[in-house]
């Protein structure tokens, strides 16, 4: 009996966590849609369907999450070079000016960065820095996280920023 307990453990802890990262996966979707729209080959399994997409299976949802957060992570390093720190700096400074917490205007910043970076990609724009492709960002996104939960919790909340300076 204890064996059958230790072996269904982690799977019941799965599935408890599940519901959560559901949630964080369907947040991280529309900015891992819009990088890989401008980087695609940052994507195992390219987008073909919203639905199909947002589809988290509970016995891997820790690895479909981590999948998604590298992913995105992939795209934000192949943004680096049209990324002017500065615009992300002064975005995130006007944020707190208006009042909002320390790290939602680090996600603020981070969103109004990416954006620009990502209309300057598309429009055919030179990098505004020189830069040396790596696995480590040069520049960073905003916060960086522990752990891979923390970590999309993190990206979720510039994708919802992302998401508000779109719209404008």
Do not use: K
């Not at 959560?20 to 890989?36: D, E, F, I, K, N």
């Not at 981070?110 to 990502?118: D, T």
């Not at 752990?147 to 779109?166: I, K, M, N």
């Amino acid at each position: 009996m204890t064996t059958v307990l230790a072996h269904l453990r982690p799977r019941i802890v799965d599935l408890g966590r599940w519901p959560g990262r559901y949630l964080l996966y369907r947040r991280l979707h529309p900015l891992w849609l819009v990088l890989c729209g401008a980087i695609p080959g940052i994507c195992l399994n390219p987008p073909t369907n919203p639905r199909r997409d947002c589809h988290l299976p509970v016995r891997a949802s820790y690895a479909a999450l981590y999948r998604r957060v590298i992913e995105i992570h992939d795209g934000l390093i192949g943004m680096q070079a049209y990324a002017d720190p500065a615009v992300g700096a002064a975005a995130s400074r006007g944020a707190r000016a208006c009042g909002l917490e320390v790290w939602r205007a680090d996600a603020v910043g981070a969103a109004v960065r990416l954006h620009v970076a990502l209309d300057a990609r598309a429009a055919g724009d030179e990098p505004v820095r020189d830069f040396v492709q790596t696995t480590t960002p040069q520049i960073t996104w905003g916060h960086v996280e522990s752990d891979v939960d923390g970590e999309a919790r993190w990206l979720a909340h510039l994708a919802a920023a992302l998401e508000s300076v779109h719209r404008g």
